[in-house]
């Protein structure tokens, strides 16, 4: 017991990264093209450390070809919650095919805490905060167990929560990078058009946000795209994207 103990106590828990870290790649990339940027990274220092986390949603294709193009190998973390639409897990399907990704890691909810805490399935009519935490937040904590950072796909036109969304993050440690986070729903237009990239099926039925079947409505004209999540409840992010802004509270 004593020898055992002796080696839990070596264990490294030391942040791979901190929030000062993140300021100094937010400072050294700055005004870097996002695909520029990601092929430093990819290929330099964070090399066999990183992931993509993809939600496979409206506008993620732009974000996966510049990581296919860099390198396919590149790890690519897609949370199935067992709520998803079937035209997002098709979609996916399509998608990681197109770009050649080799290695998209698909996580599950936990199903021993969904037998616990949501067995009729219905949390969500609820308790969204607490049917995110279960199929979203703590599924995602276990995908990244093995990396020093991920690439999340957020921009700042998508809500009033993201305006001043930084590229770079400190995430529980690990270094959160937001290539988009200053692009414009124009600009990802243009990149779909520029590469031919298929649409989500369900974007052209009003879909500007994609996210579970029973939490995902339709955004109407003059509303921001991600209205259409979590409608009628005060909540605008399911826990994976905590604020950090200046005077905002966080968001689980």
Known sequence: ??????RIDTIDTTPAFTAADAAAFQARYEGVPA???????????????????SSYGAESAVLLHMVASVDPDVPVIFTNTQKMFGETLAYRDELSERLGLTDLRVFRPDPRLLAAKDKTGLRWSYDPDGCCDLRKVEPLRRAL????????????????????????????????????ADWTKAMLDAYFAEHELPRHPLEAQGYLSIGCAPCTTKVQPGEDPRSGRWRGWDKVECGIHVSTLPGEDPVF
Do not use: C, H, Y
Request: glycine residues 10%; proline residues 5%.
């Open 1 to 6: 017991m004593a020898e055992a103990a002796r």
């Open 35 to 53: 695909a520029a940027m990601l092929r430093d990274l990819l290929i330099g220092e964070l090399a066999g450390r990183i992931a993509s986390v």
């Open 145 to 180: 167990a093995p990396f020093d950072a991920w690439i999340s796909g957020r921009k700042g036109f998508q809500s009033g929560t993201r305006i001043a969304l930084p590229r770079f993050e400190e995430d529980e440690g690990r270094l959160k990078i937001n290539p988009l």
